[in-house]
Structures are given as C-alpha cells and as structure tokens.
C-alpha cells in the first residue's frame, strides 16, 4: 500500500482500510473530474474520500457510516480462478477473465450470438464482424474482456482519467487511475479502466463484482 505523503504524478485511487475509496487527481487542480450516470460533473475538490460501504448519506462520497455498520472491505474471491481463457476466432481472438467480470451485461446484452450464456464454450469469436464484437468488447468496464487482431493483443484506451458513478452500480474508471492496493490486478487484465464497487458487496474488493445486483443497491441521487 503506498505510504503516506507518497506523491504520485497520476490519478490514483485508493480503498481504506475497511473504508472508503481515496480518491486524488493530480492533473487537475480544479477538480477530479468525476461523473454522475447522466454524465454531469460532481463538485469535488482533487482529493476525495468516495463510499465503497453503500450506505452513505452523501452518496458517492463517504459520510463515516462504515464505521456504525462494521463495513468491511476484504476480498473473498478464490484468487486461484483468476485465470483468463482465450476464444480463437478466424479473424479475433478475444480474451476473458470471469474472475473480473463485473456482470454489466453489455456483450450477452448486445451480442447474444458471440456470448452466449449458459452454452459451452460460451463465446463464439466467428459469429459477428470482428469491428462489432471490438465494439461492445470496448464497452466492458471491468477490464474482464479484450481481443486480439493479427496477433496485437488491445486492453487499453485512450481516455483521459475520470471517474463515472453508474445508475444503482459500480464506479466506472478509465483512463489508467491507479487503483492502490496489497494486491494487483488480474495478470492480462486492463490497467487502463476497472469497474470498483460501491455498494459494500463485492467478494471482489475492491473490485465490482455484479452484486449491486443481487443486494437490491440503490442510488436515487446518482
């Protein structure tokens, strides 16, 4: 964990000790650049503490009420399935961790023929235009999903640095903020944009997992 006064040339998040989610950007004095799910700037200040607990008052940031319900911020998830699977195609490969997924459903939602939930293997690289599955690949916030053309393998974007508070979901962040922690990422996942949870579910912290989902997680303001 990077230590105290640490300076850092770039965006760095950084999820507290059974706690919130420290947020600090650099490359923009004026603010951190964060969004709501209608794509409005939030108010904020370059250095911001945001909720990881689900239940703030000041959602998204932390008003110290994981501190009145034990919140804790520990990962569950079997490090052991971290492993990602590569789908061959004849003209793209696409690559896919399910340890990362954070279950946004944009790829079944849009391309049911490629990714085909509950069939085996589950993704068919051949069935669409390669430029359609880049696409909604492109559109995975957790990092989970990439793809391979001609043997150049693309994880990453040009974006710049910026935090997005999805409806009822989790954080959306691109642009290469570094997420600090005891543990990196997934080997091969996408150091350039992750999807981080918000409603103190996750078995994945400090990464989303889907369970906003299952938990009934709800933001009214946000």
Known sequence: MAGDGEHHEKPTLT???????????PI???????YDSRGEE?????????????????????????EEIGFSGGRETDRNNDRRRDYVGKRITIH??????????????????????????????????????????????SGALSYSVDGVEHRDQDREPSITVTRNGPYCVVGGIE?????????????????CCRCGASKNMPFCDGSHSDSGFEDDEN
């Not at 997420?179 to 999807?195: L, Y």
């Open 15 to 25: 999820p507290l000790p059974d706690g919130p989610l420290e947020y600090e950007n």
């Open 179 to 195: 997420v600090v922690g005891e543990e990196p990422r997934a080997e091969k996942v996408s150091t350039e944009h992750c999807a």
């Open 96 to 141: 896919d961790n399910r340890c990362v997924c954070s279950h946004a459903k944009f790829c079944v939602d849009e391309l049911p023929s490629v990714f085909r939930l509950g069939e085996r293997p589950w993704i068919d690289p051949d069935a669409a235009e390669p430029e359609r599955i880049i696409e909604v690949i492109e559109k995975c916030p």
């Open 28 to 34: 923009y004095p004026e603010g951190g650049r964060i």
């Open 42 to 66: 939030i108010s904020c200040g370059r250095k911001v503490k945001l909720c990881r607990c689900g239940a703030s008052k000041k959602m998204p940031f932390c008003d110290k009420t994981h």
